[in-house]
């Protein structure tokens, strides 16, 4: 089983930033293609970057240039992502998942291509 643990959201101005980090435990594998997720209040949930040691980064068109997705290299447990410049329709609540398989490039935003996700952590981005 796989756990993942996701931790740095909060509450944040138009323009600031913050560091999300996820902790993947139990049987995680350094193939395994990672991501980013967020949703927000009556909206789907909508991915936002992946990366795997493959291909990649990936990023949705409405976050390129601002935020930043990583990976540790050691075990590749541990996935950040770097978010600058927020806005407020980046307000949601974030998730990471973990997709044993690769998806296809056009799959890899999709949440139906990963297996394992964690609980979320909350950003606020207010004006």
């Known amino acids: 089983q796989v756990q993942l643990v996701e931790s740095g959201g909060g509450s944040v101005q138009t323009g600031g930033s913050l560091r999300l980090s996820c902790a993947a435990s139990?049987?995680?594998?350094?193939?395994?293609?990672m991501g980013w997720f967020r949703q927000a209040p009556g909206k789907e949930r909508e991915g936002v970057a992946a990366i795997n040691n493959f291909y990649g980064p990936y990023y949705v068109d409405s976050v390129k240039g601002r935020f930043t997705i990583s990976r540790d290299n050691d075990d590749g447990n541990t996935l950040w992502l770097q978010m600058n410049n927020l806005k407020t329709e980046d307000t949601g609540i974030y998730y990471c998942a973990s997709a044993i398989r690769w998806p296809a490039a056009s799959q890899v935003l999709r949440a139906h291509s990963y297996n394992y996700w964690g609980q979320g952590t909350q950003v606020t981005v207010s004006s």
């Open positions: 139990g049987n995680h594998y350094y193939s395994y293609t």
